[in-house]
């Protein structure tokens, strides 16, 4: 009975050091990050992302803009380059409104031409009443697309 106990007691504190230690092994593998954001008439006009590990190094910055309703009309990312010691852009996401649709298009950076590539790809979401999705279409710059009906 002693023993059933020993081992029971055993079995309880090796499940809980494997425990410990498998979240801390977690936690190190991945990298922490910190955001500072400019906040300009309650909307936040730039994010910056910051990786932290063992200090701070940047990672990605997004700039927001918006219409006079405070609608978000576009996101432009960018990444650090720890070369150049630079942003360098990376995509560009930007939104049209109308009564009863949304149209998003997507554009990656070009770096040869140093231009957003035309659209790269483009959803309309279609609106009801409430101004909920109902539809959606996405078009690839191939001319591919896919719609799907909310129901």
Known sequence: MKTTRMFKLVGLVAMVCALFLT??????GEPNFITNEEVVDNLVVSKVIY?????LYRHMKYNFTYDDQHRMTSKEALKWDGVREEWTPYFKMTYAYTESQITL?????????????????????ELNEANMPVA????????????????
């Open 23 to 28: 979240s801390t092994m977690k936690a190190q």
């Open 51 to 55: 990786r932290m590990d063992g200090a």
């Open 105 to 125: 298009e997507y554009a990656r950076w070009n770096e040869r031409s140093q231009v957003y590539n035309e659209e790269v790809k483009k959803s309309v979401y």
């Open 136 to 151: 959606c279409t996405t078009t690839n710059s191939n001319g591919d697309g896919t719609g799907v009906k909310v129901n």
